[in-house]
């Protein structure tokens, strides 16, 4: 397969030892993908056909994880990922309106980025804090009781 041209040597090397180390065990499929993850920050369909030529595991099973998974990203994400809670208690609390006012805000919808690479936005469906409700996430910190107002002042604390 030709060099990925999206990543750098040093990169692709690191997951050649990654793959190397583990092997074509599917079972192994799992970790692999989070330390190539680490590693690249994303992984696109040229890295996951590149996993699938090296471990022979089939294209369909580890894009079928991928996108399963939530914590697996097929684009690169921004520097810091903002996540709001949409599970029943949050939505109920208000979440909706805070959904709004970062959509109009940054100019953003669920699962991309700002344009200056500084907030991906993205839904979370529980994230067992529903005593905190409506609640936000940003680079996995927890703020809970969340109102619109408040939503500036945190997230201005992420330049």
Do not use: W
């Amino acid at each position: 397969m030709e060099k990925l041209s999206e990543f750098t040597d040093e990169q692709m090397q690191q997951v050649d030892k990654l793959i190397e180390a583990s092997g074509t065990n599917p079972s192994g499929l799992i970790p692999l993908l989070e330390k190539t993850q680490g590693i690249l920050g994303y992984l696109p369909p040229s890295i996951q056909q590149y996993i699938s030529e090296k471990t022979k595991i089939s294209a369909n099973r580890i894009y079928g994880v991928v996108t399963f998974y939530s914590y697996f990203t097929t684009k690169p994400r921004a520097r810091h990922r903002v996540q709001l809670c949409l599970g029943t208690a949050c939505y109920v609390k208000g979440s909706d309106a805070l959904v709004e006012k970062i959509e109009k805000d940054f100019n953003i919808t669920f699962g991309n980025s700002t344009e200056d690479g500084r907030f991906t936005f993205e839904k979370a469906r529980c994230v067992g804090a529903c005593g905190l409700a409506p609640v936000m996430l940003v680079d996995g910190k927890v703020y809970g009781k969340m109102t619109v107002e408040s939503l500036d002042k945190i997230l201005n604390e992420y330049e």
